[in-house]
């Protein structure tokens, strides 16, 4: 069986949102091997929300990106890093009936 090598995903906020996959993939390469990058954009409007998801396969080179990156200045923003944290199992129950509920959307 072959074993999975675990990868470490990086949470990285106040993103301007001309930002591109490129360039995070850039700053974070300095450190290590970037497996994938996301930038978390709105569903209707197509725009960066202002975060991305980085994950890198290797834990060290994740946490000297991590320490390294958090507060660096890009398009005059500075950079919020830090590990991501899971997704709860069930999001729903946290957001106590404030979800969007789209049955509301039918005539």
């Known amino acids: 069986m072959k074993k999975v090598k675990p990868v470490t995903n990086i949470f990285v906020g106040n993103l ?11 700053i974070f390469g300095t ?3 970037v497996e994938t990058v996301t930038i978390v954009k709105d569903r209707d409007t197509g725009q960066g929300r202002g975060f ?3 994950e890198m396969a290797n834990a060290e080179e994740a946490e000297k990106a991590v320490q390294s990156v958090n507060g660096l ?9 830090n590990e991501a ?3 709860p199992e069930d999001s729903r129950k946290n957001h106590a009936g ?3 509920d789209h049955r509301r959307h039918r005539f």
């Open 73 to 81: 200045f890009l398009n005059q923003r500075p950079l919020r890093v």
């Open 52 to 54: 991305a998801f980085v």
């Open 98 to 100: 404030r979800g969007r």
């Open 31 to 33: 450190y290590g091997a």
């Open 16 to 26: 301007e949102s001309s930002v591109t996959e490129g360039q995070l993939r850039t």
């Open 85 to 87: 944290r899971p997704k």
